[in-house]
């Protein structure tokens, strides 16, 4: 729900249940991440930074 409502906000799954198939579902859901508890937290502080680095955004030139 929140996704739909907020597409531009990236969101990180941290689970301890890291299955293939969980992580396939919540990629094709739309996570910009998947992080497996035990052997990927590590990870965690630069897929935060990674995501929170401003995206440059193709702008639209009016005309006047």
Do not use: M, W
């Not at 969101?11 to 991440?33: K, N, Q, T, V």
């Amino acid at each position: 729900a929140v996704l739909k409502a907020a597409p531009h906000i990236p969101f990180i799954i941290l689970s301890s249940d890291a299955e293939p198939a969980y992580r396939a579902r919540y990629l094709s859901e739309g996570a910009a991440c998947f992080l497996d508890k035990h052997t990927e937290f590590n990870q965690l502080g630069d897929t935060v930074a990674r995501l929170a680095r401003p995206r440059l955004v193709p702008q639209t030139v009016s005309s006047f």
